[in-house]
């Protein structure tokens, strides 16, 4: 059980690049979300997927867009990278919205010159 | 819209000694969370508290709710090394968006 996978583990970008984060888990979870943490600061939620075939916009989802390619993966692409996107980003399932229990993946460190 | 604050953001302490750090959330939260994270890793699920007065231990950490007081505490004792680390509470207010709302995060330095 591999868990919560997420590719790449760094990447550096410059301005303007475009690029997919992978997210993958193999716990038959209903539930996916991104996060990004900044430095200082908690995590912040980008988007999320309540089941395959949905998503929906979290707390700070400008820039990004995701798909739900099934129920294993969850992907979030930035179209036009910008120095304001340099972050961390995690993954993350649960079995659904009234699971408790939230696991996370190991991130990817995002650097955009 | 659920808020969540976490305080002190960064905390130095001996070995040996006891402390506290606070989360306080802004509306209702249906369940709290305290995830520990070391440097340049993910995020360790340490506790989730699901009642008023709920409260959990592991180890030299205790966790703690009261919903009336919209404040969740973990508890250390006898602080060693081994737990530095950034402990962040979260919580989930059941509507709207799904996922998690987290705290700044409290940095814990443990000096010998």
Redesign the interface.
């Known amino acids: 059980n591999a868990g919560v996978t997420q590719t790449p583990k760094f990447q550096v970008l410059k301005t303007g690049q475009s690029m997919t984060l992978q997210c993958a888990q193999d716990m038959n979870h209903n539930s996916m979300y991104w996060y990004r943490q900044d430095p200082g600061m908690g995590l912040r939620l980008i988007y999320y997927s309540a089941s395959e075939g949905t998503t929906d916009k979290g707390e700070v989802p400008n820039g990004y867009n995701v798909s739900r390619l099934n129920k294993r993966e969850f992907s979030l692409r930035l179209e036009s990278a910008a120095p304001s996107q340099t972050s961390v980003y995690f993954c993350a399932s649960s079995r659904g919205r009234n699971s408790y229990e939230q696991y996370f993946g190991p991130g990817t460190r995002l650097t955009v010159t | 819209e659920l808020k969540?604050e976490q305080n002190p953001?960064f905390l130095s302490m001996q070995e040996g000694k006891n402390y506290t750090i606070y989360c306080n959330y802004s509306t209702t939260s249906d369940?709290l969370?305290w995830y520990r994270q070391d440097p340049g890793?993910?995020?360790e699920?340490l506790f989730?508290l699901?009642s008023n007065g709920a409260v959990k231990q592991e180890g030299r950490l205790m966790a703690s709710l009261d919903t009336k007081a919209r404040l969740s505490t973990l508890h250390i004792t006898a602080a060693v090394h081994d737990l530095s680390a950034t402990y962040?509470c979260?919580g989930?207010s059941?509507g709207g968006?799904?996922?998690?709302?987290?705290?700044?995060?409290t940095h814990l330095i443990i000096q010998p």
């Open positions: 969540v953001l369940r969370y890793k993910s995020l699920s989730v699901l962040f979260a989930y059941g968006a799904d996922g998690l709302t987290f705290g700044k995060g």
